[in-house]
T-cell receptor, first 116, second 114 residues
Framework: AQTVTQSQPEMSVQEAETVTLSCTYDTSESDYYLFWYKQPPSRQMILVIRQEAYKQQNATENRFSVNFQKAAKSFSLKISDSQLGDAAMYFC?????????????FGKGMKLTVNP | DAGVIQSPRHEVTEMGQEVTLRCKPI?????LFWYRQTMMRGLELLIYFNNNVPIDDSGMPEDRFSAKMPNASFSTLKIQPSEPRDSAVYFCASSRRYGNSPLHFGNGTRLTVT
């Protein structure tokens, strides 16, 4: 079974600084997708960024980028120029590719605090 | 795109009562998921549907839990009878059929069973 591990339960960053959230996963599949979701106090789950395993290029969305290391099964999220609104729980998630859409497997989450 | 709509947003009930949570997925999405979130266990998948058919219900904790999807635009998650340990936030999510399609989540229902 696929598993997703977020080893750091909490992190903090100063406003305008850069922070990296780590995530590792375990799978025997070669075709899969990885996601980062953000959950602010409003509890809404918001997609931050996604990465296809077959793509070597790391995904980027404005201030958010990933470092995808397929061989190491690592998928970290970098937040640049951190803003107060980035404070939230962040979840890393895995989804199998072959056979179409399957369930999303989530990590336990990591709480990010942004200090002014 | 109205997003995934869940109701109610909050539910407080007494132990032993029946609870029904409702979800309207995004139109055109083939998959619907029910997740439960607690501090101790994080996000757990309870059940998911493909084209209204339940595919995997292995996450449903007990027979007290049941889920239905009578049509493409509506699903329910029912707990009968409810217990205090069922207190959690229940999310419904939907997605298209392609693997890189993200799950779109509703705002969740916070259930408190006293």
């Amino acid at each position: 079974a696929q598993t997703v591990t977020q080893s750091q339960p909490e992190m903090s960053v100063q406003e305008a600084e850069t922070v990296t959230l780590s995530c590792t996963y375990d799978t025997s599949e070669s075709d899969y997708y990885l996601f980062w979701y953000k959950q602010p106090p409003s509890r809404q789950m918001i997609l931050v960024i996604r990465q296809e395993a077959y793509k070597q290029q790391n995904a980027t969305e404005n201030r958010f980028s990933v470092n995808f290391q397929k061989a190491a099964k690592s998928f970290s999220l970098k937040i640049s120029d951190s803003q107060l609104g980035d404070a939230a729980m962040y979840f890393c998630a895995y989804r199998r590719g072959q056979g179409g859409s399957e369930k999303l497997v989530f990590g336990k989450g990591m709480k990010l605090t942004v200090n002014p | 795109d109205a997003g995934v709509i869940q109701s109610p947003r909050h539910e407080v009930t007494e132990m032993g009562q029946e609870v029904t949570l409702r979800c309207k997925p995004i139109s055109g999405h083939d998959y619907l998921f029910w997740y439960r979130q607690t501090m101790m266990r994080g996000l757990e998948l309870l059940i998911y549907f493909n084209n209204n058919v339940p595919i995997d219900d292995s996450g449903m904790p007990e027979d007290r839990f049941s889920a239905k999807m009578p049509n493409a635009s509506f699903s329910t998650l029912k707990i009968q009878p409810s217990e205090p340990r069922d207190s959690a936030v229940y999310f419904c999510a939907s997605s298209r059929r392609y693997g890189n399609s993200p799950l779109h989540f509703g705002n969740g229902t916070r259930l408190t069973v006293t």
